[in-house]
Antibody, heavy 119, light 107 residues
Framework: QVQLVESGGDVVQPGGSLRLSCAAS????????MHWVRQAPGKGLEWVVF????????YYADSVKGRFNISRDNSNNTLSLQMNSLRAEDTAVYFC????????????WGQGTLVTVSS | DIQMTQSPSTLSASVGDRVTITCRAS??????LAWYQQKPGKAPKLLIS???SLESGVPSRFSGSGSGTEFTLTISSLQPDDFATYYC?????????FGQGTKLEIK
């Protein structure tokens, strides 16, 4: 069965950096686009970034452009999110999500990892 | 970017009620609209894709309709397990924006 397991969430000071990972299993990771979505405490879902199945294209939300970098390692079935210049408003649970095939939305999600930006 | 607006933000209803949630896009997204259900502390669950296609395993009391800029999610007869927050999402563009959510509460 499909599994997505995020890790790396932590408490970090404003201006700091953090790297999140998402370990994928149960499907052919190299065949699907992947996303990060975040949810601030008590708030709604915010799409953050997308990476194409082969890593050839990446698209970022304006709120994180220039600060966050998405990457993937298809040999190790791992998705990563490098977050730099973190701000208080980046505090959220970060979910990785798998795109479905043939122009489908997000059919599987991880359980999320909490990032807290605070001094 | 395409903006998604859901209404209402909160909906109070009883078991057995029929409820409808509306989602409007700031520009046409054809049928590229999904609905998700989220319960506290859990990841969202995909209910409907392509505006009206029910995902496998989702009860038939859920239905979706619409195209272009106006969409609806209808639950025909609310069950206790349906009280949750619902989000629409457009996936017409590379930035897959969500609506702000509709919290379905027990009256």
């Amino acid at each position: 069965q499909v599994q997505l397991v995020e890790s790396g969430g932590d408490v970090v000071q404003p201006g700091g950096s953090l790297r999140l990972s998402c370990a994928a299993s149960g499907f052919t990771f190299s065949g699907y686009g992947m996303h990060w979505v975040r949810q601030a405490p008590g708030k709604g879902l915010e799409w953050v970034v997308f990476i194409r199945y082969d890593g050839s294209d990446k698209y970022y939300a304006d709120s994180v452009k220039g600060r966050f970098n998405i990457s993937r390692d298809n040999s190790n079935n791992t998705l990563s999110l490098q977050m730099n210049s973190l701000r208080a408003e980046d505090t959220a649970v970060y979910f990785c999500a798998k795109e479905g095939s043939s122009r489908q939305p997000f059919d599987f999600w991880g359980q999320g990892t909490l990032v807290t930006v605070s001094s | 970017d395409i903006q998604m607006t859901q209404s209402p933000s909160t909906l109070s209803a009883s078991v057995g009620d029929r409820v409808t949630i509306t989602c409007r896009a700031s520009q046409s997204i054809n049928i590229w609209l999904a609905w998700y259900q989220q319960k506290p502390g859990k990841a969202p669950k995909l209910l409907i894709s392509k505006a009206s296609s029910l995902e496998s395993g989702v009860p038939s009391r859920f239905s979706g309709s619409g195209s272009g800029t106006e969409f609806t999610l209808t639950i025909s007869s609310l069950q206790p397990d349906d009280f949750a927050t619902y989000y629409c999402q457009q996936y017409n563009s590379y930035s897959k924006t969500f609506g702000q959510g509709t919290k379905l509460e027990i009256k």
